[in-house]
């Protein structure tokens, strides 16, 4: 069964701090990975995804991902964090086609100092 | 840019009461989902659907729940004889392929 964990509950940075949101997940087959962020009160808005190829993805918002298939891993990074992006970050992984469910981690809740 | 929308954005209820959430998925999407989470929870998905019947759904998605595309543009969730336990912010979302566009939310309370 897939699964994903994403080990940080809570992070608090201050601005202008790098970032690291950590994502290790559990897949038989080659995974479709992504992150969603939620801001209070809005949706799931997609920031990346990772199909296949370079390893390093980029994002919206100055984020990006990295594949790691030993790790089993997909981290989101962002060099340097703006107070605007404080809110909830999912990882979601999924096959490779479409309509088929996302399994979600928990959430880690980033919280951003001025 | 192109959106889903979802109404109501709140919807309170009583136990045993049904509900109908409603979704629009974006334009020329071909495959629309349902998920819910439940507070402090995951999302979970629910149910996905395609050529107007359900392609997948979890175990969640018991008799209780049905999913309709009524007409070109709506997709919905009804919820027959709701319990406590199905109150949780419901997602609609929609795709070509993947990835997949997520909606606001409509949170659900059942009193």
């Known amino acids: 069964a897939q699964s994903v964990t994403q080990p940080d509950i809570h992070i608090t940075v201050s601005e202008g701090a790098s970032l690291e949101l950590r994502c290790n997940y559990s897949?038989?087959?080659?995974?479709?990975l992504f992150w969603y962020v939620q801001s209070p009160g809005q949706g799931l808005q997609l920031l990346l995804k990772?199909?296949?190829?370079?390893?390093l993805v980029q994002g919206i918002k100055g984020f990006e991902a990295e594949f790691k298939r030993s790790q089993s891993s997909f981290n989101l990074r962002k060099p340097s964090v703006h107070w605007s992006d404080a809110a909830e970050y999912f990882c979601a992984v999924g096959p490779n086609n479409a309509g088929n469910m996302l399994t979600f981690g928990g959430g880690t809740r980033l919280m951003v100092k001025p | 840019e192109p959106e889903v929308t979802q109404t109501p954005s709140h919807q309170v209820t009583q136990m045993g009461q049904e509900v109908i959430l409603r979704c629009v998925p974006i334009s020329n999407h071909l495959y629309f989902y349902w998920y819910r989470q439940i507070l402090g929870q995951k999302v979970e998905f629910l149910v996905s659907?395609?050529?107007?019947?359900?392609?997948?759904k979890s175990e969640i998605f018991d008799d209780q729940f049905s999913v309709e595309r009524p007409d070109g543009s709506n997709f919905t969730l009804k919820i027959r004889s709701t319990k406590l336990e199905d109150s949780a912010m419901y997602f609609c979302a929609s795709s070509v392929g993947t990835p997949q566009y997520f909606g606001p939310g409509t949170r659900l309370l059942v009193l």
């Open positions: 659907f395609y050529n107007n019947e359900i392609s997948e």
């Open positions: 990772y199909f296949s190829g370079d390893t």
């Open positions: 897949y038989g087959a080659t995974p479709y």
